[in-house]
């Protein structure tokens, strides 16, 4: 069986439709699409909901994370602990598939070996309307080093520890998978004979402002700090990921529920990075806790440096340390991140 898996949040309902269309019109139906919906808003994840299960084909799975960094390899993992067998192939919503992708994935799929697709990518205008596959205009096409799309033997994937949950917000984690396997002894493979999967046209997410506050969480150069991550990892010749960390779980309902209660604990950030730093180390130690963070506006701030531009850098900086920190030491805990970007504030509250 190959196992179709979208890992997806708040994005357009539009790209949803032109993808999944265009799985529906495959010549080959031996495929199962699980869609995880990763933490949407409540009233996306309604339509988006309402959307999918249309296809018969479709498993629809929402995961209880509105509030929490974006982390794909998370979603994935989350599907691939509950298979046992089979093939695991990682789509996109901004895919666009040839009528012979899934016979395609049939005749490439092996025990051994991971197979990774050229990928065209089109235009804005070019991605306004559905029409036939080979009617699009492509733009330009993806090299080998384009990792994204890919698929896995499920075996072989859990046996590395399937998608390293280091990888937050956006970067690297499909190159670090792919390395992992390597390493494993798997041949890993380019496919570009023939052109299966279109790109439907976006913003840059690497563009998007993480310089400042915002609801929607950033952290500023994450890609580069994955970039780092992932160096390391081809010089150590690393096969397990997640090590010392649980990976996988689902995060459900009941889990979503408990952060509704009064934490333990209530810490309120030190501007002075010592002591925000002995606050932080602090936090492991409360086993069986829930702790929170906040950080409301410091009026010294603007004082001190003269500049209100500079103070909202500050704060900003100040989260984007928890938020490393939470990635480096308490990733497979849950937990949840609330910014209030108007009032200059946030809370970040960790379930040990």
Known sequence: MIHIVYPYRNRDLKRIRFSLNSL????????????????STPERAKEVKIVVESYDFVTYRYVYCPYTMWNKSHAL????????????????????????????LHNVAAADR??????????????REERPF????????????????SLFPVKALKEIKGFNEYYHLWGSEDTDVHV?????????????????ILHQWHTIYRALDDKRLTDDITIRNISRLNMYYLKDLKESNQILANEGFHWGNDITKSVQQCFEK??????????????????????ATH???????????????????????????????????????????????PYQYKVDPVQRTFTYTVQL
């Open 24 to 39: 529906a019109a495959q010549n080959n139906t031996n495929f199962r699409v699980h869609f995880v919906d990763y933490g």
């Open 287 to 333: 086993t069986n806790q829930m702790v929170r963070l906040q950080w409301h506006r410091k009026k010294l701030i603007v004082s001190r440096l003269k500049s209100l531009a500079i103070g909202m850098q500050w704060e900003k900086h100040v989260s984007d340390s928890i938020l490393k920190f939470h990635i480096e030491v308490l990733r497979d805990k």
């Open 77 to 104: 993992n989350i599907v691939l602990k509950e298979l046992a067998d089979g093939h695991f192939f990682v789509a996109d919503v901004d895919g666009i598939f040839h009528p012979e992708l899934v016979q395609t």
């Open 114 to 127: 991971v197979t990774y697709f050229q990928v065209g990518f089109l235009t804005e205008e070019a991605s």
């Open 262 to 283: 009064q934490p333990d604990r209530v810490i309120n950030v030190s501007l002075n990075k010592t002591k925000r730093n002995a606050q932080l180390a602090s936090i």
């Open 134 to 149: 080979e009617t699009y205009p492509i733009k330009f096409l993806s090299t080998y080093e384009a990792t994204g799309l």
């Open 180 to 196: 992992r396997c390597k390493h494993h002894g798997l041949d890993v493979q380019f496919f570009d004979e023939t052109l299966l």
